[in-house]
């Protein structure tokens, strides 16, 4: 059973462009999760999304980010003109029920390095 | 708001010594606490989580961890250091309930010879 897939593992934009960073669970998995690490920081809470289904996006800046997770394919996270302040590692997480069950463990993937330029 | 404070950026410690990274959280509930390890450019790997079965909690590599509801603590020991243990280390709370993990800004283990 592979793990949490994400890519590019290395993204790099120039300013103004689109970023789009792609996560693929675990297989069984239906709850998908997205962090950010900035620099010397811990992760950060953005997004949780179910099939199909937002749930909390309330840790996503206001313009700018978007993320699905669509019936088939990856779960993606788009960010539209991307500026210097978007530079950061993006994590995927994913669980088979929702971390809010006692104890449910998330998993990682290996992340996104984005750079703007 | 739930929040999770690790009291050291950095920890030195030589191979073959014990392990103490620190670790407190402020929360209403009783949360779930997690210690998750981070190596360079790899992603993060749990290495032992407290659900409130036990308050010792025993993980991979020889970590283990114990939570003190008095003192809102969940510290992160390991008897002997290994070079292999030198990476970032991360501990994380969640409400039961909620879907969010709030993460610590993280402990940089170094381990010399």
């Known amino acids: 059973n592979a793990g949490v897939m994400q890519n590019p593992r290395h993204l790099v934009r120039r300013r103004g462009q689109e970023a789009r960073l792609r996560c693929s669970p675990m297989?069984?998995?239906?709850?998908v999760y997205w962090y950010r690490q900035l620099p010397e920081e811990g992760l950060k809470f953005m997004v949780y999304?179910?099939?199909?289904?937002?749930?909390?996006e309330s840790g996503m800046p206001k313009e700018r980010f978007s993320a699905e997770f669509p019936k088939e394919g990856p779960s993606i996270l788009r960010i539209q003109q991307v500026v210097r302040g978007d530079s950061a590692a993006y994590f995927c997480?994913?669980?088979?029920?929702?971390?809010?069950?006692?104890?449910?463990?998330?998993?990682f993937g290996q992340g996104t390095r984005l750079t703007v330029v | 708001a739930q929040s999770v404070t690790q009291l050291d950026s950095h920890v030195s410690v030589s191979e073959g010594t014990p392990v103490l990274l620190r670790c407190n959280y402020s929360?209403?509930?009783?949360?779930?606490l997690f210690w998750y390890v981070q190596h360079p450019n790899k992603g993060l790997q749990l290495l032992l989580k407290?659900?409130?079965?036990?308050?010792l909690v025993k993980g991979i590599n020889g970590f283990e961890a114990e939570f003190k509801k008095s003192e809102t603590s969940f510290h992160l020991t390991k008897p002997s250091a290994h070079m292999s243990d030198a990476a970032e280390y991360f501990c994380?709370?969640?409400?039961?309930?909620?879907?969010?993990?709030?993460f610590g800004t993280g402990t940089r283990l170094l381990v010399s010879p």
């Open positions: 997480a994913s669980s088979p029920t929702g971390t809010g069950a006692v104890g449910t463990e998330a998993f």
């Open positions: 297989k069984g998995h239906s709850h």
């Open positions: 999304l179910q099939k199909e289904n937002i749930i909390d």
């Open positions: 929360s209403s509930y009783s949360p779930s």
């Open positions: 407290y659900t409130s079965a036990a308050t």
């Open positions: 994380v709370a969640m409400n039961t309930g909620f879907q969010k993990l709030v």
